[in-house]
């Protein structure tokens, strides 16, 4: 069965930069979109960046562009969310999405 798992998350200061990681199974990854959401405490799930098959074209919402970089590993099987300049307001809960899977997410908190 199609499987995402996220890590990667954790608490970094304000400034600072995390790397998160997606490992995905049971489909046929590279013929597959794929996404990243998050979703802070009251809040809707919001779509953060997106990356197309190959990795060739990338979408990022306005609010981390220029800070986040969404890439992926095709004969790994892998995709990664690397997070610059986090903000307090990137405080939220990661999930790595495609098609209609979601993985459980890993929780990154931006405090110092």
């Known amino acids: 069965q199609v499987q995402l798992v996220e890590s990667g998350g954790g608490l970094v200061q304000p400034g600072g930069s995390l790397r998160l990681s997606c490992a995905a199974s049971g489909f046929r990854f590279s013929s597959n979109f794929m996404n990243w959401y998050r979703q802070a405490p009251g809040k809707e799930r919001e779509l953060v960046a997106s990356i197309s098959i190959a990795g060739g074209v990338t979408n990022y919402a306005d609010s981390v562009k220029g800070r986040f970089t969404i890439s992926r590993d095709n004969a790994k099987n892998m995709v990664y969310l690397q997070m610059n300049s986090l903000k307090p307001e990137d405080t939220a809960m990661y999930y790595c999405?495609?098609?209609?899977?979601w993985g459980k997410g890993t929780l990154v908190t931006v405090s110092s």
């Open positions: 999405n495609t098609m209609s899977f």
